[in-house]
């Protein structure tokens, strides 16, 4: 998948240091209508690639209205259920950038919740290693597809990476799909 947050790079395709020029981080298709692109074209946005959507929700992406209408309105009900109000595109990019982003540091905002609350789909640290929360199963990221499964703690407390909106994007009954890795779980 593909992600956009904004111009990034310079004319020589170099990155800076920004890491972001908007708040609506969104999650592309990485096909859509026949359009083609030069990866890094001088003053486009920048492309950002995921291995799958859990990956760029545990980012903070959100699925883009336009290549991924589909997939956006069932992100958006579900936004709508876990937030108990009608799911607008501004206010969902608010409420996920102050969830995702250390203002003066700009690290990666992490929270805590016990193992046996979290949805399918969540990313949580594990002995330091992000991995993808699946059922009973704890899948390990790699930047080629998931590593070998293991067990998922049953109590305690995770560390974890995914925003806590899409978190409850998550347990409000959203499917983010998933690399072919994870064998069409």
């Known amino acids: 998948m593909m992600g956009n947050r904004g111009i990034l790079h310079d004319a020589q395709r170099r990155l800076g240091t920004a890491r972001w020029r908007h708040k609506a981080w969104v999650c592309c298709a990485l096909s859509f209508k026949g359009r083609q692109r030069k990866v890094m074209t001088p003053g486009t946005y920048t492309e950002l690639f995921f291995l799958d959507e859990a990956v760029a929700m545990a980012a903070g992406h959100r699925p883009c209205a336009e290549c991924r209408r589909a997939d956006y309105t069932r992100f958006a009900r579900a936004w709508a259920t876990a937030a108990g109000q009608p799911a607008r595109a501004p206010g969902m990019d608010a409420a996920l950038h102050a969830a995702r982003i250390t203002p003066r540091t700009r690290d990666q905002l992490r929270h805590r919740a016990d193992w046996a609350d979290l949805p399918d789909g969540a990313f949580a640290l ?3 290693h992000a991995c993808l929360v699946h059922g009973r199963t704890l899948y390990p ?9 293991r067990a998922r703690p ?3 407390r995770a560390l974890i990476c995914t925003p806590a909106p899409m978190v409850d994007v998550l347990r409000a009954g959203y499917g983010p799909r998933l690399h072919p890795s994870m064998g069409g779980a």
Do not use: Q
């Open 141 to 149: 990221f790699t930047v080629s597809g998931y590593g070998k499964p």
């Open 126 to 128: 594990d002995g330091g």
């Open 154 to 156: 049953a109590t305690g």
